[in-house]
Every structure is written in structure tokens, then in C-alpha cells.
């Protein structure tokens, strides 16, 4: 079995960045995607970012409009989301999610998709 752990979340303020982490354990995985995805109060999941497994594509939803960034490091069995200029609406709980095999790139923003899934972190960012 995979396990998922995220960190990094907090409390900032509007305007400023969080780094979360996305740390695996268990099977390494050589073909699949990793996403993160982010459930506000009273919302559905929402696709954030992905990344393939060797860093080559990556993948944002249109609404980050540049200002998250993801990457990933295989040495650390890490996957990260840079989140710059955050904004209010950027507040809420934040997964990531692993697939243990490769998936068609239109379909990365899908969580039905992946395998795996972290606890999740909370991001709120004050105004």
C-alpha cells in the first residue's frame, strides 16, 4: 500500500506563499501522476496541479493563473505545491493524490482518476 502524508499548510496572510509537501511511503511508483486537489466548506474537490512522474508535464487548473507551482523531487519521494500571491478564496483543505499507472493527460484534473490519497492540510489565508 501507498501512504501519503501532506504538510506545509497554515495560516498567512493574503499576499503571501505556503509550500506544502506531499511526502509518499510504501511502493515506489514509476509510471503514474501525482495531483493535489483542494475542498473548500460546502464545495466539491477541486483540481489544483499535476505532475507526472518524472517531472517532464505538469498540469494547473486555469483559475491558479500562474501563481502555484508544482514539482516534485523522486530521490525524497516528494511532490510539493508552491502557492504564491495567495488569496482568500485559496483557503481550504489541500490533497494530494497518487495513481499507480499512467493516465491520459485530460484526464489529471479528474479525482476518480487516482489511487491514492493523503489526509490533507489546511491552507487559510487570512485578509
Known amino acids: 500500500q501507498v501512504q501519503l502524508v501532506e504538510s506545509g499548510g497554515g495560516l498567512v496572510q493574503a499576499g503571501g506563499s505556503l509550500r506544502l509537501s506531499c511526502a509518499a511511503s510504501?511502493?515506489?511508483?514509476?509510471?503514474?501522476?501525482v495531483g493535489w486537489f483542494r475542498q473548500a466548506p460546502g464545495k466539491e474537490r477541486e483540481f489544483v496541479a499535476a505532475?507526472?512522474?518524472?517531472?517532464?508535464?505538469?498540469y494547473y487548473d486555469i483559475s491558479m493563473k500562474g501563481r502555484f507551482t508544482i514539482s516534485r523531487d523522486n530521490a525524497k519521494n516528494t511532490v510539493y505545491l508552491q502557492m504564491n500571491s495567495l488569496k482568500p478564496e485559496d483557503t481550504a483543505v489541500y490533497y494530494c493524490a497518487a495513481k499507480n499507472s499512467r493516465i491520459d493527460s485530460g484526464t489529471v484534473n479528474t479525482p476518480d482518476e487516482y489511487d491514492y490519497w493523503g489526509q490533507g492540510t489546511q491552507v487559510t489565508v487570512s485578509s
Open positions: 510504501g511502493r515506489t511508483f514509476t509510471s503514474g501522476p
Open positions: 505532475i507526472s512522474w518524472s517531472g517532464g508535464s505538469t
